[in-house]
């Protein structure tokens, strides 16, 4: 009978229910679950205990989060857990004490815990429950802003009423005391927003397209080196390159990531975005732009957003922040109350209270006026006023702080490491101004090198090591450069050194007319010839940067330290040889290093620098001689300068020397040495 294969299951019927064995549950959670339970979060967390007015109890922990891509600055949730007496039937309530998150989040986030504890099933346990909440976490803090409403105590003051006045303008109480007395308006609240409630169906409908936007994002956009996702699925790091640069705001120039929240009831509820890398005050233009346009395309899918950004930044940036105005109240305007006319009385000027009459208001003198209250009221003074600035003719306020952001102050003290550029060539440039530093830097502790980009003049930028967590700060001292000067400025550096420059943003002005680029500038690295035309009077100008020279700069006073380690030699000198002339662990037999084309960073091979970098690399177009140090454009065998070679061949099946092979069985037969004998032996000693 010929074997048939099916893919059926060979137990069709089910298994009765008799037969599943269930989990075993300790003898000491069936006897008493709520203290088996508060147990198991007294041996988990260490909280403080206390006892509340109705019987339950009260746990005081931090909750650490879990997850290591937490996006939130957040060391942990400070937790106020209460477990009622009647617990596990009754159910318990968390409160979140943390100071530093507001009010509208950790409603959130106390919302989401009792909706868990809403869809728990019999065996959760409060550790489970706990558990959860850990899990759920960032998307409790990245939903919307729960409202709140703020209680002001309304003091009682009417007893107040009947007191005499005392620091009241005379003129006013005269007036109003003639007249008709005017009751306080009192606000009315406005009407509290109802929460929104979608259907099951809607969730389902945003569940989808969700699901479909954001493979689309990371189908499109997943393959790029500076992509991430964080663990939710809710934030997606994504790399940008913004279509006019040139035309956003200073501050924005630099930008490459942004981070994209995608909500779990998208669309239901609106993507927002966050500019990385700066500052909160300076993005609030377009992240505001973006939500508002966000708010209005309902139907644009995630990538849609995405390149509306790109292409659009710099219309984004300049949009005007809307001002919040706050809602008027409604206010219920009150019946005048008919006063009672007092028998009129002789009435000194300046007296308030004829019970004390020795008490007199002066009026203080109209130069004492504050602007703007000067206009509303009226005084019997003379009217003149008196400015020294203004007889003298100095500068007033408004033309001082002009000419303080016009002009900028280098400060060119040589003190620190100096930058240079020893063999630099420019032509048809008459200045030369670096505007963004982008430098590799070494930890002085632990030697790792890091990456440090985005150095302005003036502005200190501090990074943590990777390794040993030392902080290293960099500031960069802007110097002009010209024929006559090869100095791009000074580094002030704390616990680094400099290895290297990575390619940076330079601002050329034209010799022919003084023109400068106009911004950003251009972009160019060590090695690099750069052409361009100036764009009012179209003359050549061109740029060639070298490798450039750190000095450190110290003062001939100061005292001789201890002994110093021996210095790398990391940077290239024309005509040493590299360190072990090139070669690495990895490839033996090539004799010169790799300057990567998607980082413009130098390596011996591909292994290398996928060991010291995070992205992929990309071809190599340059090289550096592993004998001469000369930096120079890719050749397979030999070099441009020295004309040595650069990968060790194979050796052949000769003797060649002694440098060749040596075992016979390898040997060619065309090679003499392999038919002939050793010398010595039995024959040796017969001759002799």
């Known amino acids: 009978m010929p074997l048939t294969t099916s893919r059926a299951q060979a137990i069709t019927k089910p298994v009765p229910s008799s037969r599943v064995v269930t989990k075993p549950i300790p003898q000491a959670q069936a006897e008493d679950p709520r203290k088996f339970q508060i147990g198991q979060i007294r041996r988990r967390f260490k909280p403080r205990e206390r006892k509340s007015e109705d019987g339950g109890t009260i746990l005081e922990f931090d909750l650490k989060p879990s997850d290591p891509d937490f996006p939130f600055e957040m060391t942990a949730l400070a937790c106020l857990l209460v477990v009622p007496q009647g617990y596990p039937e009754e159910s318990p309530s968390l409160r979140i004490r943390n100071s530093d998150i507001p009010r509208g989040f950790t409603i959130n986030v106390e919302r989401g ?3 868990l504890v809403e869809a728990r099933t019999k065996s959760m346990t409060l550790l489970a429950l706990m558990g959860a909440l850990d899990k759920n976490l960032e998307a409790f803090l990245s939903e919307k802003k729960a409202e709140t409403i703020k209680l002001v105590a309304n003091a009682d003051k009417r007893h107040l009423e009947n007191l005499p006045v005392r620091a009241v303008n005379p003129e006013a ?14 606000p009315v609240q406005a009407p509290r927003p109802a929460p929104v409630y979608y259907s099951k169906v809607q969730k389902e409908e945003a569940q989808a397209k969700r699901n479909s936007e954001t493979r689309q994002l990371e189908a499109r956009l997943g393959r790029l080196p500076l992509y991430k996702r964080s663990g939710d699925g809710i934030a997606y ?7 006019k640069r040139g035309e956003l705001p200073v501050p924005l120039r630099s930008i490459k990531t942004i981070v994209l929240f995608v909500p779990l009831l998208y669309p239901l509820q609106n993507c927002r975005i966050t500019l990385e890398g700066v500052k909160p005050e300076d993005a609030k233009a377009t992240e505001a732009a973006f939500e508002e346009r966000a708010k209005r395309e309902k139907e644009t899918t995630l990538m849609g957003h995405v390149n509306f950004m790109a292409q659009n930044m710099h219309v984004l940036a300049k949009t005007p922040l809307k001002v919040p105005v706050a809602d008027k109240p409604v206010v219920q305007e009150p019946e005048p109350v008919e006063a009672v006319e007092a028998e009129e009385a002789p009435v000194v000027a300046g007296v308030v209270d004829e019970e004390r009459s020795h ?96 150095l302005r003049n003036g502005v200190k930028k501090t990074e943590s090591c990777r390794k040993c967590a030392t902080v290293l700060g960099v500031t960069f001292r802007r110097d002009l450069i010209h024929t006559n000067a090869i100095r791009a400025g000074f580094l002030d550096l704390e616990g680094c050194v400099p290895v290297d420059m990575l390619p940076s943003t330079f601002l050329p002005t034209c010799s022919t007319c003084s023109e400068p680029f106009p911004a950003p500038g251009i972009v160019a690295h060590a090695a690099n010839t750069i052409t361009i035309n100036c764009r009012h ?12 020279k750190f000095l450190r700069i110290t003062s001939a006073a100061m005292p001789a330290s201890g002994p110093r380690r021996k210095r790398d030699m990391l940077h290239l000198h024309p ?30 091979c591909d292994r290398c620098h996928d060991e010291k970098e995070e992205h992929p690399n990309e071809r190599a177009e340059r090289m550096v001689c592993g004998w001469c140090s000369r930096e120079q454009a890719f050749r397979k065998e030999d070099c441009r300068f020295c004309g040595r070679g650069l990968v060790r061949k194979r050796g052949g099946g000769f003797w060649e020397g002694g440098k060749g092979t040596r075992d016979k069985a390898a040997m060619s037969r065309k090679d003499p040495r392999k038919y002939k004998r050793r010398g010595g032996g039995a024959l040796a000693k017969k001759k002799d």
């Open 113 to 115: 815990f009792d909706g």
């Open 359 to 454: 008490i007199f208001h002066i009026p203080r003198p109209p130069e004492w006026a504050i602007e703007g209250e000067a206009e509303s009221e009226e005084s019997d003074g003379s009217d003149y006023s008196y400015d020294s600035e203004d007889f003298e003719g100095g500068p007033t306020d408004e033309e001082g702080e002009g000419e303080q952001e016009t002009l900028e102050f280098l400060d060119t003290t040589e003190r620190g490491t100096a930058l240079s550029f020893p063999f630099l060539e420019i032509y048809g440039i008459e200045l030369l101004e670096t505007t963004v530093l982008n430098l590799t830097i070494k930890c002085e502790r632990c030697r790792d090198t890091a990456d440090i980009t985005g």
């Open 575 to 604: 005509g040493e040889a590299l360190p072990l002339n090139g070669r690495c662990t990895h490839c033996a037999k090539s004799y010169r290093w790799f300057r990567f084309s998607c980082c413009n960073k130098v390596y011996a």
């Open 173 to 186: 109480v005269s007036s109003t005391s003639k007249g008709k007395a005017v009751q306080t308006p009192k």
């Open 537 to 548: 009077c179209h003359a050549s100008m061109t740029l060639k940067l070298t490798a450039p």
């Open 237 to 243: 790091t994504l790399p940008i390159e913004p279509r």
